[in-house]
């Protein structure tokens, strides 16, 4: 089975205490609903990894990007609904422009505190919480969550 590949990126306020999420709360069937994410999504056949992500969050949140760090990869096999291996390439963004958007046909947009997230005060997934801190760390890293029943069944990383 081929992996998915993905971005997820993490839009930082001027100051770097927030952080732009979308909450999934527009689709009951969206296996995110009610949950609430970094914006990003699947690569176009004819992408890279930064122009996929500056895509996704033109689209998903009307800004442009100025700066896009690389804050790590996480291979997720059998994260998918039907099972399916995603290999995601995970951002911080800390300049940009533009206003964004309050919302998109996936949910609505929040900033969100970062300390709000890093202590589990939000709707996410539990396995966010495992490579979130890595992410807003600074520090690059590659990690591997693997997924069963739509369940992460465990976690690890190395240092980039």
């Avoid at 609430?36 to 990894?49: F, W």
């Avoid at 996929?52 to 990869?73: F, K, P």
């Avoid at 399916?84 to 046909?105: D, K, M, V, Y």
């Avoid at 539990?126 to 979130?132: I, Q």
């Amino acid at each position: 089975m081929q992996s998915i590949l993905a971005t997820l990126g993490y839009l930082l306020s001027p100051d770097g205490e927030e952080v732009l999420m979308i909450r999934r709360d527009t689709r009951p069937d969206d296996i995110h609903f009610g949950y609430y994410n970094g914006l990003g999504g699947k690569l176009e056949p004819d992408e890279d990894v930064v122009s996929g992500m500056r895509r996704e969050i033109r689209e998903e949140a009307g800004l442009e990007c100025v700066s896009v760090d690389l804050a790590g990869t996480i291979s997720w096999p059998g994260f998918g609904r039907h099972g399916e291996n995603w290999f995601g390439f995970l951002f911080r963004i800390p300049q940009w422009t533009g206003t964004p958007l309050s919302a998109t046909a996936e949910g609505s947009l929040h900033w969100v505190p970062k300390a709000d997230i890093l202590a589990g005060r939000i709707p996410m997934w539990e396995s966010d919480r495992h490579f979130l801190p890595l992410v807003f760390a600074g520090r690059p890293f590659h990690g591997v969550m693997p997924f069963h029943n739509g369940k992460a069944v465990s976690w690890s990383h190395t240092p980039g």
